[in-house]
């Protein structure tokens, strides 16, 4: 038997960033086309600028920068679909390339480009649109008339679920499951967006930690003090309407908004998310008690983004907290 | 401005630059400093307060600078002046004192003839008083040195402090308001619905983040040109000698 002696790594995986980003895109694909179909051409549009922009403020701020070119590694293109499915379908296109231009030029490449990044770009476009464009980029429609339609004002418009749950006209939950509802255009379809993150899963791209935590988290906290809560419930248990009560608003909650597109696809972003186990918990559970405060106490109906960038803030002291020590390490103050 | 006439009037070799020790505070060193090598705003980053907080539109911007810049020049000829006469142990109520004369002069100028910029400006002139800039050149330069040099450093000061207001309040007036000097800009209104972003503080310290950097990125060009740098004591990396950094207690004995 021939032994060989070499440096570590040992095990080696054939993943490149390239691969993995090509997987998140094929995530992202079913509830990005889903988008497309209950929104129409413009949301075809809105998603193909974004990604194309992106694209090329990266390549151009990677040469001013004299760094090497690292368009190759689809990075770009994650964010830029990413981005596009938060942004309302009506958003004005300049609005998109702005938001394009802040999440790749000053949040990823100014931060020195992939890996250091210290939040997750598509998210903190999001938050620099909603709020230098509060108002185009909190009105929502919904698409009437042919679905080839280019403009925006053929739609109608409406408010988002999450500020409707008390309104007579409030979508039932399967619709909500199914995306037929107002909202971004790559949030809306739950389904899509479910069979993309199984799909992440079995490709063993995310771990479930963060989502699991996020949206166990959140579903606790409006279970038990959402506005109909389990405490003041007070219809009949021995009825299936019952238990459907019990559980529609924190159904309701969940299913609207981006809580699901963010637990999976930019909450578990690797750059911006803990390393360790106990650490993705933790962070997960951040995640969903501030958007469960943002949502009910909050001035704003969403609060998924802002959860999620302020935890990614709090990232590297997760990781300092949690990080485990190598086995037979001495503490620096142990008495010996 | 020309690469060649910066290089001229600073970053000599370590020799070179004790030797010319005693003549280092010429007119034109002095200038320059103030306004671009250890500009009060961006280099120093002093004075922040109302920085962040007037530059939401170029009018209040350059108003509060011309302000600060009066004040600044005032107190520093007069803390110069008294400078052999203020006791060590009391200079810094001495320097607050002078400073509050002037600023008291602004604020009922500005109140008797400018109502409206008063109102705008609101705490921040007032708020002048213990504004860093001032107490920094008061300690650092004024009490040590003379007359005429401590008018000139003043004004400078003044004079970068308020090229720096003015630098954000028309980034953050435009992209915000769509206005320059409360003028409407063509496009902005009509075609591009201008960012509230720049008007909220976020803007603020955004817009103040790329101005820090484009001096920087001045800065770290002219730095290429010299090649030999002797690091200061305190481990600051200032292109300029310890004239205000704050770690100055750290360099007595080397430098001087």
């Known amino acids: ?22 997987d998140v895109i094929i995530a992202l694909l079913p509830a990005t086309i889903a988008g497309w179909y209950y929104f129409g051409i413009r949301a075809v549009l809105v998603t193909m600028v974004s990604v194309a922009s992106c694209v090329i403020f990266e390549y151009l701020s990677r040469r001013v920068m ?3 070119n690292t368009i190759s590694d689809l990075s770009a293109v994650v964010t830029g679909l990413l981005l596009a499915m938060n942004l309302p379908v009506s958003i004005p296109i300049y609005m998109v390339v702005i938001g394009a ?21 598509a998210i903190a476009a999001r938050i620099f649109l909603v709020i230098a464009f509060p108002k185009a980029m909190t009105s929502w429609v919904v698409r009437v008339g042919e679905w080839y339609s280019l403009k925006s004002v053929d739609a109608v418009s409406s408010a988002t679920p999450l500020t409707q749950i008390k309104a007579p006209d409030a979508p039932s939950l399967w619709k909500l499951f199914i995306g037929d509802k107002a909202g971004c255009i790559g949030e809306v379809c739950i389904l899509a967006l479910l069979i993309g993150a199984v799909y992440l899963m079995v490709r063993h ?11 166990g988290t959140f579903f606790l906290l409006v279970f038990f003090f959402g506005h109909s809560n389990v405490f003041n419930f007070s219809g009949d248990l021995l009825t299936s309407q019952g238990w459907a009560d019990l559980f529609h608003e924190s159904l309701y909650m969940l299913l609207s908004g981006g809580l699901i597109l963010g637990a999976f696809f930019m909450a578990t972003d690797y750059v911006t998310s803990p390393l360790t186990t106990k650490g993705k918990l933790l962070f997960g559970m951040g995640c969903g008690i501030l958007t469960f405060l943002i949502r009910y106490y909050g001035n704003m109906a969403e609060g998924v983004s802002f959860s999620i960038i302020l935890m990614n803030i709090l990232t590297p002291h997760i990781d300092d907290w949690t990080m485990g020590k190598p086995f037979g390490e001495v503490k620096e103050n142990a008495k010996v | ?3 060649n006439k910066m290089k001229d009037v600073t970053y000599r070799s370590p020799d070179e630059r004790l030797a010319e020790k005693k003549s280092k505070y010429t007119p034109k060193y002095i200038f320059l400093n103030g306004v671009l090598f250890e500009n009060p705003a961006l280099r120093l980053v002093l004075g922040t307060c109302p920085l962040l907080a007037v530059t939401i539109s170029a009018k209040s911007s350059l108003f509060m600078g011309l302000a600060v810049l009066f004040v600044l ?9 008294l400078r052999n006469v203020i006791p060590n142990k009391v200079r810094i109520p001495a320097f607050i004192t002078i400073i509050a004369t002037f ?9 008797a003839y400018l109502p409206a910029l008063n109102e705008s400006l609101g705490i921040y002139i007032p708020l002048i008083v213990v504004n860093c800039i001032l107490l920094a050149r008061a300690e650092t330069f004024a009490s040590k040195q003379k007359v005429l040099p401590s008018i000139l450093d003043g004004f400078s000061m003044g004079v970068g402090f308020t090229l720096a207001l003015l630098l954000m309040g028309t980034i953050r007036e435009i992209l915000g308001c769509g206005t320059f000097f409360d003028m409407q800009l ?3 209104g009509t075609v591009f619905e201008p960012m509230m972003f720049f008007m909220l503080p976020p803007g603020g310290f955004f817009v103040f983040g790329i101005c820090i950097c484009l001096v920087q990125i001045i800065m770290k060009k002219q730095e290429k040109h010299t090649s030999s740098k002797e690091p200061s004591p305190c481990g600051t990396s200032s292109s300029s000698d310890c004239l205000s950094c704050a770690g100055c207690s750290l360099c007595k004995g080397k430098e001087e």
């Open chain 2, 73 to 81: 020049t005032a107190s520093e000829a007069i803390i110069s002046l």
């Open chain 1, 66 to 68: 004299k760094r090497n």
């Open chain 2, 103 to 111: 600023v008291t002069i602004v604020q009922m100028t500005i109140s």
């Open chain 2, 1 to 3: 401005m020309s690469e």
């Open chain 2, 186 to 188: 063509p496009l902005f």
């Open chain 1, 101 to 121: 231009a802040f999440a790749i030029v000053v949040v990823k490449q100014m931060f020195g480009g992939i890996g250091n990044n210290f939040v997750n770009p």
């Open chain 1, 205 to 215: 791209v995310i771990r479930p930690w963060i989502p699991m935590a996020y949206i």
């Open chain 1, 1 to 22: 038997m021939k032994l060989q002696v070499s440096h570590s790594p040992h095990v080696r995986d054939k993943a490149t960033t390239q691969s993995i980003m090509l």
